[in-house]
């Protein structure tokens, strides 16, 4: 529905020190383009219905907003700001808040194979955000978004969550929003003595079952307004749109977990690169130190070698990373498709992407193989007084062995040949 607003709070204040938030939901809209957004709030006081996100303006605490809309034009939305006041400010609403966020980053989360999940730790004075961006079923899977050190904000507060829409409608759904207090390690387990009444248990209850009937009784009012949508079953199937774009998100959720594997691969290869480097470097100035004429030749040739090893290998990186680059734009060119129109489109993106992933595999695979090979390199001894791996009696002795078991076998075959023609 346009132009609606609406929050929703805590009855109660909390006085965590520390906290931590789970707040789970979905934002949908039939458009590219959504609006106004979603927040999550921590304030003083209990915010009214109001301008910012569906809550009141001049709040005391902080505001993490979830902007679908870009009002000013930057193409930076949809974003998550982190915004703090202490209630003498008034939210910037045509420049997204972007002179008054304390933090922020770029994140779609409208239209998502599954819900988003924002993850809001406030811990000795510092706020994190960590989002899941809905693309994979993992509960834990977030990333993270961004963080404020040295945080002030009110002993004492209210929890609430609020959306709005504006010009074009957006559904915004909370599923889930979890409250946990913190505490550090080895600290007292604060006293349940703040837990709800049971007399407050039972209102809340006879409230929740009270607005259970109300909403069957719309439902029952709705279908007797539209008896034309009774009895049909068409939303039970999957339409040819909705089984290409699961298609799609199953395919780019396929994506992003080998993206991220690629990445966690590339890391490792970056710090087994420098700490070979510094490695070598280390013996070949410890030997520099002590080496003298051809001696410190080979050094210089050996690092001389180890440079250009460590330049094709950066130069390989830079092209993997240049490689994963371009197939996150694609996957975020994939994102904004739909429908039967743009299946031929849908599928060469994904032939790209897929190309570009097989050169990424090929070349991380070479360059373990080459690390493998650098490891594993067996080392020569050292110049005199030790020339040989092998001494001259040991050389003898092995010979005398290897030469008593041949006259041993050739006694052995005689014999056995004699013996076998004696029975003809």
Same mark, same amino acid.
């Given at each position: *529905? ?89 939210? $910037? ?14 994140? $779609? ?31 834990? $899977? ?8 040295? *945080? ?210 090929? $070349? ?46 050739? *006694? ?13």
């Amino acid at each position: *529905m346009r132009s609606q607003k609406g929050s929703v709070w805590t009855k109660n204040k909390v006085a965590f020190e520390n906290w931590e938030i789970e707040v789970t939901f979905r934002v949908t809209g039939r458009g590219r383009i959504g609006a106004d957004g979603l927040a999550v709030w921590y304030t003083e006081q209990q915010g009214l219905d109001g301008p910012v996100f569906g809550a009141a303006d001049y709040w005391n605490g902080i505001g993490i907003f979830f902007d679908s809309f870009d009002n000013d034009g930057k193409k930076n939305n949809p974003a998550v700001l982190l915004v703090g006041n202490n209630g003498k400010l008034s939210y $910037d609403h045509q420049n997204d808040g972007s002179s008054q966020a304390l933090g922020s980053c770029l994140r $779609d989360f409208r239209n998502k194979p599954y819900p988003i999940r924002a993850k809001v730790t406030y811990y000795q004075k510092t706020l994190t955000v960590m989002i899941n961006n809905g693309f994979t079923p993992d509960k834990e $899977d977030y990333e993270f978004c961004a963080k404020v050190d040295n *945080m002030i904000i009110p002993s004492e507060g209210y929890f609430g969550i609020s959306a709005a829409t504006g010009g074009l409608a957006d559904d915004h759904d909370v599923l889930s929003f979890l409250t946990f207090q913190l505490t550090e390690p080895g600290g007292e387990t604060p006293s349940p003595d703040t837990e709800i009444p049971e007399k407050d248990k039972e209102k809340y209850q006879e409230e929740f079952e009270h607005f259970q009937q109300e909403l069957d009784k719309k439902k029952e009012e709705f279908q007797k307004e539209h008896p034309e949508i009774q009895g049909e079953a068409t939303d039970i199937y999957e339409s040819v749109s909705e089984r290409e774009l699961r298609q799609i998100f199953e395919g780019q959720n396929r994506i992003h977990l080998e993206i991220k594997q690629l990445n966690r691969q590339l890391d490792m290869i970056l710090d087994e690169q420098r700490r070979y480097v510094s490695v070598v470097t280390d013996q070949i100035a410890g030997r520099g130190t002590n080496s003298h004429g051809q001696q410190g030749q080979i050094a210089n040739e050996e690092l001389d070698k180890v440079l250009k090893n460590q330049e094709k290998v950066s130069h390989q990186v830079n092209e993997m990373r240049s490689y994963i680059t371009d197939a996150l734009k694609q996957v975020g060119v994939v994102q904004h498709t739909g429908g039967a129109g743009a299946a031929y489109e849908t599928t060469q993106h994904f032939n790209d992407i897929k190309e570009h992933l097989h050169v990424v595999k090929r $070349d991380i695979e070479h360059l373990v193989q080459r690390n493998v090979a650098l490891n594993e390199k067996p080392k020569c001894p050292e110049l005199p007084p030790f020339p040989s791996c092998l001494s001259t009696v040991h050389f003898f002795i092995f010979v005398a062995v290897q030469s008593i078991l041949f006259i041993a076998y050739i *006694m052995y075959r005689s014999q056995q040949e004699a013996a076998a023609k004696k029975f003809f």
